[in-house]
């Protein structure tokens, strides 16, 4: 099998190149308790090694607001619980949830949204638990806290907690989507059982990374229904990574093949790696950064063999991974934007009509947003995606759109700000906050 050093040292971190190092720099500026491998709560004690996947492991149940950079009036708990891996095996993953003063009720509880984040990156130190914006702020996880609803956060298996109960690494299975949405169910209930008063009910949505997660719950849902589910966004979501366009097929993959070797343990990044791109990839894992400081490593170098594509190791597990042209259970909202550079909308459409053709009466809902690109998607639709899981709350039917809306805007897509331009800071001063 293969294995990667970790060990990460300032003698490496000098050899970087500057904008990596400049990156790397920022990244953990924006830690809130140090790093992950440094905090006690990120490590689970060995008796929880045959937990039952949902099974709560650790709670915290008040955590320390002025750590971090959440909204005004808003609380956050982190815990730990035990899920299950692409191949079965047991892994604790931890996350976080965050709480409105004052949240909205249904008849058995408070309304629960289960956050599904985009990609953070690969690294135990990329989990949005430990970020002090939580990784993505007022895009998703801010808005619906701030709108009522309990937010339930993972940060997917290996990033967060960085050893399972034995003592063994965990991998971050990067993009396998059934795999993430192990997480957010397994998250859910275990949340659930920490806190009584939360509803049963509940909805799921992510973005990018998450937005797979997102679809792959509604075919899990097909699979293994789980009671009080309603139904779920995908936003941007990545679906059939191998029809993407290069360069990003060729990042994606890379990506993913710590997973692949995960999975498949006779599988040799070597054989669909050049040298220089085992060489960039080994880097990346020793470094621990997260997705802008990866992105900066893996670039400039050919960093896969012309005929990886056939390996088929990687056509075993897009197959095991892949979202579309698979029953889905439960109403299913798809957004995409037409400008999207990261994912593209076109593929997103071919999956779509995939899952229609062979299961036409889907409660499949797809709307497209021109001029958009792929983060600013979640801004664009945030009042259809909002409407729609208050909906399904208000137990109101679904009425699929299949041919693909379309979202129209206001004034020419020009005038609009095209992506963002700020990031989130804590104030050091008093006239910073006013």
């Given at each position: ?6 060990e990460f040292t300032d003698e490496l971190k000098n050899t970087l190149p500057d904008s990596a190092r400049a990156s790397l720099e920022f ?174 009910k509940f909805v799921i949505i992510g973005h990018s990374q998450g937005g797979g997660a997102a679809w792959a719950a509604a075919q899990r ?214």
């Amino acid at each position: 099998m293969w294995v990667y050093s970790q060990e990460f040292t300032d003698e490496l971190k000098n050899t970087l190149p500057d904008s990596a190092r400049a990156s790397l720099e920022f990244e953990e500026s924006k830690w809130a308790t140090g790093s992950v491998l440094d905090d006690s709560f990120y490590t689970v004690l060995h008796r929880s090694k045959d937990a039952a996947p949902g099974t709560l492991i650790k709670l915290e149940r008040e955590v320390n607001s002025t750590l971090f950079t959440i909204p005004p009036a808003t609380a956050l708990s982190r815990f730990i619980f035990q899920s299950k891996a692409l191949n079965g095996s047991a892994v604790p993953v931890s996350g976080f949830i965050l709480w409105p003063y004052s949240p909205r009720k249904v008849s058995d509880g408070f309304s629960i949204v289960a956050w599904a984040h985009g990609t953070s990156g690969l690294s135990p130190n990329c989990a949005p638990s430990h970020l002090k914006h939580l990784w993505q702020h007022f895009l998703g996880p801010y808005q619906l806290a701030l709108q009522g609803y309990i937010v339930i956060a993972v940060d997917y298996a290996g990033l967060g907690v960085e050893r399972d109960a034995s003592g063994k690494r965990i991998v971050h299975e990067y993009l396998a989507s059934p795999s993430h949405a192990n997480d957010v169910f397994y998250g859910v209930q275990a949340a659930k059982s920490a806190f009584p008063e939360l509803s049963n009910k509940f909805v799921i949505i992510g973005h990018s990374q998450g937005g797979g997660a997102a679809w792959a719950a509604a075919q899990r849902q097909a699979l293994d229904p789980v009671e009080g589910y309603l139904g779920a966004v995908a936003v941007s979501p990545v679906t059939d990574s191998l029809a993407e366009p290069d360069p990003i097929r060729s990042f994606l993959t890379v990506g993913m093949i710590p997973g692949i070797a995960a999975t498949f343990p006779e599988f040799q990044p070597g054989d669909i790696l050049t040298p220089e791109g085992e060489e960039r990839l080994d880097l990346v894992l020793q470094v621990g950064g997260c997705m802008t400081t990866s992105l900066i490593l893996l670039a400039g170098v050919q960093l896969l063999k012309p005929d990886w594509t056939a390996n088929r190791y990687v056509q075993e597990y897009q197959k095991l991974t892949v979202n579309g042209g698979k029953k889905i259970d439960g109403p299913l909202l798809i957004i995409h934007g037409e400008a999207d550079t990261s994912l593209s909308v076109e593929v997103s459409a071919q999956v779509v009509n995939e899952t229609l053709e062979q299961f036409p009466l889907s409660q499949l809902d797809f709307v497209r947003l021109p001029g958009i690109s792929h983060v600013s998607a979640l801004t664009a639709s945030q009042r259809l995606w909002m409407d729609w899981i208050s909906d399904r709350f208000a137990g109101l039917e679904v009425t699929p759109r299949h041919n693909g809306a379309i979202l129209t805007s206001a004034r020419p897509v020009s005038a609009y700000q095209p992506e963002l331009n700020w990031y989130i800071e804590r104030a050091t001063q008093f006239y910073q906050t006013r």
